[in-house]
């Protein structure tokens, strides 16, 4: 049977507070082999087992600021002080070899990645099935006052208003629907020829017959 190589992609997935992502992205993991998940710089110290390389890439602020200057970073954003960013290197790696390198961000950091590597990169939006049941997951989580969950529900529906950046949409109704859907739209962006290297060239030959 004919398999031809190809180029890995770049998934990001996105999502307001509440929507699911941790799980939908441990699922995803768990399930696709050939997916893995990009691993971020961040200048904030290491926590109790956390692994250099593992968890995360450990840089000073000044290392920091040298990879943004020199473009060593895909995306990058400064949160409560601290600096986090996607390391273009391996990512790259990874696509050259044909395995697709999955994102956790926000939107900002898909308008970045987007930018960086416009042929590579897929993104999916992640929304609740309705604004109650995002209010009602937003609740359910420990002890959060009343400002709390009101300025979590700002946020969410903050991030959702970039719904329309994204090239694909899921509802995460059912967790497993929705990582069945992920998985869908990875096997059909696996296929464009723009990643399937080789088919050109087989093509060609067949004519050459």
Not at 77 to 88: H, I
Not at 105 to 112: F, L
Not at 171 to 192: G, H, Q
Request: include cysteine; aromatic fraction near 6%.
């Amino acid at each position: 049977m004919f398999r031809s190589e190809r180029r890995g992609l770049c998934l990001v997935i996105a999502a307001p507070s509440g929507a699911g992502k941790s799980s939908i992205v441990r699922d995803l993991l768990a399930r696709e082999g050939e997916v893995v998940a990009s691993v971020s710089v961040t200048t904030r110290a290491p926590r109790s087992g956390e692994a250099e390389g593992k968890d995360y890439f450990f840089r000073t602020r000044a290392e920091f600021e040298a990879m943004v200057a020199g473009g060593a970073l895909l995306e990058h954003a400064d949160v409560f002080g601290r600096g986090y960013g996607t390391p273009r290197a391996p990512v790259e790696h990874e696509l050259a070899c044909g395995r697709d390198v999955l994102l956790d961000i926000d939107w900002q950091g898909w308008r970045q990645i987007r930018a960086a590597m416009p042929a590579d990169c897929v993104g999916v939006f992640v929304l609740p099935p309705s604004i109650g049941v995002l209010e009602a997951r937003l609740r359910g989580r420990a002890s959060d006052s009343e400002a709390e969950v009101q300025r979590r529900m700002r946020a969410a529906q903050a991030e959702i208003g970039h719904w329309n950046e994204f090239d694909y949409l899921v509802v995460n109704d059912s967790l497993a629907a929705c990582v069945d859907e992920v998985i869908y739209i990875m096997k059909a962006e696996r296929a464009r020829m723009a990643r399937r290297t080789g088919l050109g060239a087989l093509a060609m030959s067949m004519l050459d017959q």
